[in-house]
């Protein structure tokens, strides 16, 4: 749990501190992302902005807390395509995803990428495709856990493509990169920013994004939509909800001040380091969003014949 500062630039009395609980542990993509906007969050509406990060059990435990959190805009939660994901995935939740949260403003978009070790014989999307359709069931491709969005991504990317191959899941990404590396899966998907590290030491390369356009750190490697696959865009996401019951002014002056941080140029900056594309919303279009990916990923879950848990 970390104390975000307030900056010089606010002006007036500190209010109640404001949480924002991140279903996730610290360090990864939506973390960073949430403690950079937060930051400036915090400077904008002079309040403290706490970053409460409350992993596990698909995000039951993080939502949980906030739905029922007291509803004045002091407890909010980082949603995300899990959360769409959690809704379909789950046979009983202790809320409602749609009914139980008010989203109020995206925060950012980020690509997933395919991945092969430096040393595979696998070099492009055409070999890839090339082996796979000669050597039906046999490829390998790794993932993390069962239901997550790298999971569904990669189902998504075989019913797509036609092809038969085996997705392996793992307990993290870690144990995913180790694997492609050692040889034990010819592929990976996996969020592109924390394996940059690796592609830029050249021990893993990437075959292609999985975005509508080319990532702004690659480009020289396709999307699959440009690849041959002209339906397929996935786009992990992040945005901030707040208990249901929260009055409309409160979340209309939480959704100016996110608007406010997510669009300088300090946080673009900031998230461009960490490939996040950085987007604000409307509280309008931040539901439509999450609406939209519940009905999406439940179809691709039902193709895969994922059951629920």
Known sequence: MALLPVGALAQGNVAKPIQIVVPFGPGGVADLTVRTVGQKLAEILNQPVIIYNKPGAGGLVAG????????????????????????????KL??????????ISTLGYFDLAILTSASSSIKSLPDLFAF???????????????GSTQNLAAELFKSTAGLDFQIVPFNGTPAVITALRGGQIDIAFEILGPVMSQVNAKALQVLAVTGDQRAAVLPDVPTLKESGLPTYVVRSWNALAAPAKTPKSVVERLNRALVAAVNSAEVKKKLAELNVDAQSSTEEQAAELLAREIRHWAEVMRQARIAQQ
């Open 132 to 146: 796979a359709k000669a050597n039906p069931g046999k490829l390998n491709l790794g993932t993390i856990s069962i």
């Open 94 to 103: 202790p809320f409602d995803v749609v009914r139980d949260f008010t989203p």
């Open 64 to 91: 949980d807390s906030v739905a029922r959190a007291e509803a004045d805009g002091s407890t909010l939660l980082l949603i995300s395509n899990g959360t769409a994901v959690t809704a379909n995935l789950f046979k």
